[in-house]
């Protein structure tokens, strides 16, 4: 819930205000609450937040039982669905400006739900009504082209057109701070990566281990294998990642370095 300027969650509690939200500095801030991109968003960009995501209207939805999960209630799961395809967005990497699409497009896809094999229901027209209204009230302000998924660096192993067998891949994350390290794997081909394979690990420096096993048993590889790593904490973008590539019994350990796209 919140106003114009005060964000206050499930409660009545103020957590955030415009006088008193320097906690969001350097931050991408995503608030799903009525009217707080009139004062708190703005407010949220001069303090120094990245960008503000959130609605200029009192954000409204419709429930058969509105203590029920909105996923599992007929009206309320296309309000929530398209609310919250911003912030997943944002959490698998894409940009602001890419999440605020999706989401548009997903109370498009809710709209267009209603209209045809809903429009049945004699609450359709309330239901196209108000996710109209809700689409139409997102609003965004701040850097366009943030993201909340700091990419470290990447490298590229062996060569193309060159088979080869990895026995083990680990890379060193010690120097990774409490974050959310995601790997992906391609294969690197006439210069285009293509993605075969990506995991994600929680890391807590201290109580993890440092090394993350990325491949642990002999793979045949066909072509360069492209490495990325991606951690969702902005304190670890730059950061050295050391990774240790055993390949036909021999141990080669080298420093992630050559970013590729």
């Not at 911003?86 to 999440?99: H, R």
Request: negative net charge; contains cysteine.
């Amino acid at each position: 819930h919140g106003n114009i300027g005060i964000y206050t969650g499930d409660t009545t509690q103020a957590i955030f205000t415009d006088e008193e939200c320097s906690i969001l500095a350097g931050r991408v801030v995503y608030l799903l609450s009525c009217l707080t991109a009139v004062k708190l968003g703005p407010a949220v960009i001069d303090a120094g937040g990245i960008t503000y995501i959130g609605f200029n209207i009192s954000w409204t939805w419709m429930a058969q039982n509105i203590t029920a999960d909105p996923y599992d209630d007929w009206y309320a799961e296309g309000f929530y669905r398209s609310s919250n395809e911003c912030p997943i967005a944002l959490i698998q990497g894409d940009t602001v400006s890419a999440a605020e699409d999706r989401s548009i497009a997903e109370y498009n896809r809710w709209i267009e739900i209603w209209e045809t094999e809903r429009s049945g229901d004699p609450y359709a027209a309330s239901a196209i009504a108000w996710l109209i209204y809700d689409r139409d009230g997102l609003t965004v302000l701040g850097d366009q082209s943030a993201t909340i998924i700091q990419t470290i660096e990447g490298c590229t192993i062996g060569e193309d057109g060159k088979a080869y067998r990895v026995q083990s891949l680990v890379l060193g994350a010690g120097e990774l701070t409490d974050s959310k390290v995601t790997v992906a794997l391609g294969m690197k081909v006439d210069g285009a990566v293509n993605k075969v394979y990506e995991r994600s690990f929680n890391r807590s420096p201290g109580h993890d281990p440092p090394g993350l096993w990325i491949i642990n048993g002999t793979v045949g590889i066909h072509e360069a294998l492209a490495v990325k790593v991606k951690s969702n904490n902005p304190d670890d973008a730059g950061k050295t990642v050391e990774a240790s590539l055993s390949r036909d019994r021999s141990i080669f350990t080298f420093s992630v370095a050559d970013p590729y796209v």
